[in-house]
C-alpha cells in the first residue's frame, strides 16, 4: 500500500465517518472508500481487519444500535458466528475503520485517527 493510502470503512451520513474521510483529505491521504451498507465486506475481508485491529468480531459491533439491543443484547454467540451477524445486519458494524497497511483502526473520536497515522513519523 502506498505510502499516504489507506483504507475507510464508511456510512455517507455517519458524522463520524464523514469527519474522518475529510481528516484524512485535508491531510493529504488518499482514500479507498468502502461504503460496507452498500457493499458488505466477506468474512474473509473482516476477519482481515479484525486482525489488523486486534480485535474479536464483538469488539466491532455497534451495541448502542436498536437492532443490537433488540436481537443480540446479552445473547451468547461464536466469533464465527458474530461475524456472521455482521454481513447479515452492516448496520451493526462499527465505523469508521482505517486500515494502513497492516494495522487498523476505529477512527472515535477522529483524533485518534491522526495518532495513529502519525505513528510512524516518531
Not at 43 to 63: H, N, S, T
Not at 82 to 106: C, F, H, K, M, S
Amino acid at each position: 500500500m502506498a505510502k499516504n493510502k489507506v483504507i475507510i470503512y464508511y456510512k455517507k451520513d455517519c458524522t463520524k465517518s464523514n469527519c474522518a474521510l475529510d481528516w484524512l483529505h485535508e491531510h493529504g491521504y488518499e482514500a479507498e472508500v468502502h461504503e460496507y451498507l452498500k457493499e458488505m465486506p466477506s468474512k474473509k475481508e473482516l476477519k482481515e481487519v479484525l486482525a489488523k485491529l486486534g480485535m474479536k468480531p464483538l469488539d466491532i459491533i455497534r451495541k448502542t444500535e436498536k437492532l443490537f439491543k433488540e436481537k443480540f443484547e446479552g445473547k451468547k454467540f461464536t466469533d464465527e458466528e458474530w461475524l456472521q451477524i455482521l454481513i447479515e445486519n452492516p448496520t451493526l458494524l462499527e465505523r469508521p475503520i482505517v486500515v494502513d497497511g497492516y494495522n487498523a483502526i476505529i477512527a472515535r473520536p477522529h483524533d485518534v485517527l491522526e495518532d495513529f497515522l502519525n505513528r510512524k513519523k516518531k
